[in-house]
């Protein structure tokens, strides 16, 4: 059974513009729910949640730690009506047996079709989700491992594929400045360790519905930063436009 914590690990939702063999099939994005320990129980909750011929719809969460190196992959049935499916982090269950030796550890998520053809935990599947899979989420869990930079697999994926960031801005999104820099969260009142934002200018997305948070976009993601450590940016062309006070999530 699932153990879940008010304040989880929060997904990082990219929809990036790749197609796993030139099939558009599952949910549009999703989101993961932590438990608690060293190799927590999760949950994925997937966003609009299509049949892939099964009953359910098909994603796949590849596990790897800040070095990129993948310990643990699992293919998961999310259900069509609650868009939920679950998994148990194994380390080490990954066909090269490796073993994670560096925090955040990364939970990547990839849409598949009905009928994919790799299985669970083989380099085949790691292989083929990396080259050619649609990540459609991302978060970062901290174990109790010496911590560095958050890899991120959707945004390596997606500069290694053009150098540019597929990541949708939301039209009316404006850009800002954080002159001071800010602490980073992951959601509102959910801080990412040892991220910061540095001085310059961000995207700006709209706030949060307690208006305390900024939505911002950080290396090809969505995050969080607090209100009052942003503010408009007079550099051209934006010269001191408002930022959106529209709530989102």
């Known amino acids: 059974m699932l153990r879940y914590k008010v ?3 929060t997904v990082i939702i990219l929809v990036l513009a790749l197609s796993l063999c030139g099939v558009a099939s599952a949910a549009s994005s999703a989101t993961i729910n932590f438990g608690t320990g060293q190799q927590p129980d999760f949950a994925v909750h997937g966003v609009d949640v299509v049949d892939d011929g099964g009953g359910c719809d098909l994603v796949v969460v590849v596990i790897a730690d800040a070095t990129g190196q993948i310990t643990d992959t699992h293919i998961l049935c999310l259900n069509l009506v609650s868009g939920f499916g679950g998994a148990s982090t194994s380390w080490g269950a990954y066909a090269t047996g490796y073993i994670p030796v560096l925090a955040p550890i990364t939970y990547t998520i990839f849409d598949i079709p009905g009928g994919y053809p790799f299985g669970e935990n083989t380099t085949a599947l790691g292989n083929d989700l990396l080259a050619n899979g649609t990540c459609i989420g991302e978060a970062f869990y901290y174990p109790d491992l010496v911590t560095g930079a958050p890899f991120s697999i959707c945004h ?16 009316g999104s404006v850009v800002g ?3 001071s820099g800010a602490q980073v969260f992951y959601e509102p009142g959910n801080v990412a360790p040892n991220v910061i934002l540095n001085a310059g200018t961000y995207i700006v997305v709209g706030q949060d519905k307690s208006e305390i ?15 009052d450590t942003v503010q408009p940016s007079f550099q051209s062309p934006q010269n001191g436009a408002s930022l959106p006070t529209r709530i989102v999530s």
């Open 7 to 9: 304040l989880f690990g």
């Open 156 to 171: 390596h994926k997606t500069a290694a594929v053009g150098g540019g960031c597929s990541l949708t801005i939301p039209e």
């Open 177 to 179: 400045e954080a002159p």
């Open 213 to 227: 948070y900024y939505k911002v976009v950080l290396a090809c993601q969505f995050l969080w930063v607090r209100k």
